[in-house]
């Protein structure tokens, strides 16, 4: 549902180096900065200026202060990096986000916010070492914005060492993590001995979130059709202390592997449903998805979602809540697979719907609705 030959900009940046050694660590770090710098560039302009393009990154970085990387700008078909031509979307960024889920008055401040990525944000798995985690932050030279909301403790970081020598991540004290996601995290409202299924784990940040607010005590589920994502997923789990995450593999085609104490009790108290989207609220962080957006993803993807949450929904125990979410900025991925969702789905009502993060925040952007089984 993207770009068929354009490539996750980190990932590709990544193998480049592990592929070309006679990079340094300071070159490595220079060109990581400079190339995702100049994608927001290139991104929020509006594409009516044809000097502004995906072959300026490729210019520009070729002519800096360090080993030009030798590649050529992408031609039509994406070669010579991960970035395909970006032709694919309308004439303006404002006619991409008239099916937004922003408010209109939203709009504009998120397309200036394009410009520049938000910070590293760390989750604290226990709050009570909070004044641990400060410590070692800045005495490793990060600057640090400390914030505090109901059960969240987080930490907005800015410096230059390289943050997994950090030991608070290396013994599972916090958790990388956006605060737009954090908030998402929250909605799930957790709590101990509860039953818990994150569906999309993925790497399990959201899973670790949950972890901390269920305190060892009743069963977290993680699933994700991606088998290596739950490996990860495993040992940040061990890493951070947490023994009740059981994972496994779905696709939302068969029914999942559920144990007869889940089964018996009437289901989930909580399931989370972080769905696969076309990541259009991660542009800050994430420049290059604006090249990999082809027409029809957010159909093809809405559609998806949909069959997910329906897969899903019985699963759930009367009075639970099932939490819908994305990191998209369309409506037809948002609103739109609720209003569906509801139409089907007698035993469900929205309790609410609505997107944090970018602009309001220093964040990513992500949409969550929570639905209430009667």
């Known amino acids: 549902m993207n770009h068929p030959t354009a490539r996750q900009a980190d990932k590709w ?19 990581s900065e400079e190339f995702f710098s100049l994608l927001r560039r290139a991104v929020s302009l509006l594409p009516e200026d044809k000097t502004q393009d995906a072959a300026m990154v490729w210019r520009e970085l070729g002519s800096g202060p360090h080993p ?37 008055d939203a709009v504009p401040a998120f397309l200036r916010n394009l410009d520049s990525k938000p ?29 505090r909301r109901d059960r969240l403790v987080t930490f907005a970081v800015v410096g230059q060492r390289p ?5 608070c991540l290396k013994n599972g004290l916090v958790e990388i993590q956006d605060l737009a996601s954090q908030l998402l995290g929250e909605a799930v409202d957790a709590h101990p001995g509860m039953a818990v299924w994150d569906v999309c784990a993925g790497g399990g940040g959201k899973t670790m979130q949950i972890a901390a607010q269920m305190q060892n005590r009743g069963v977290l589920y993680a699933s994700d059709i991606r088998d290596y994502k739950l490996d990860e997923l495993k040992l940040r789990a061990r890493r951070g202390g947490f023994h009740n995450v059981r994972r496994f593999v779905y696709d939302a085609e068969s029914s999942p592997r559920l144990t007869k104490e889940i089964e018996n009790s009437g ?31 957010p159909e093809k993807f809405a559609a998806v979602q949909l069959k997910i949450l329906g897969a899903v929904a019985p699963h759930l ?43 309001q925040l220093d964040a990513d952007t992500m949409f969550f609705a929570v639905l209430v089984k009667k």
């Open 13 to 31: 940046l990544a193998q480049y180096f592990r592929e070309h050694k006679a990079y340094g660590k300071k070159d490595r770090a220079w060109y």
């Open 68 to 104: 030009p990387i030798p590649i050529t700008a992408p031609s039509p078909s994406g070669d010579g990096g991960p970035l395909g031509r970006g032709e694919v979307l309308p004439a303006t960024w404002q006619d991409w986000l008239k099916n937004s889920s922003l408010s209109a």
């Open 119 to 147: 910070p590293l944000y760390l989750r604290a798995n226990y709050p009570e070492k909070a004044g641990e985690i400060e410590a070692e932050l800045k005495a490793a030279g990060y600057a640090v914005t400390k914030m």
């Open 163 to 167: 943050i997994y020598e950090l030991q």
């Open 267 to 297: 289901g989930f108290h909580r399931i989370l449903v972080d769905a696969p989207c076309s990541a259009s609220g991660t542009l800050r962080r994430n420049p290059d998805v604006r090249y990999r957006i082809m027409p029809g993803d």
């Open 317 to 359: 125990k009367a009075g639970g809540k099932l939490v819908y979410a994305t990191c998209s900025v369309f409506r037809t991925e948002n609103e739109a697979v609720v209003e569906k969702f509801l139409l089907g789905q007698s035993s469900y009502s929205l309790s609410e719907a609505q997107c944090v993060g970018s602009p």
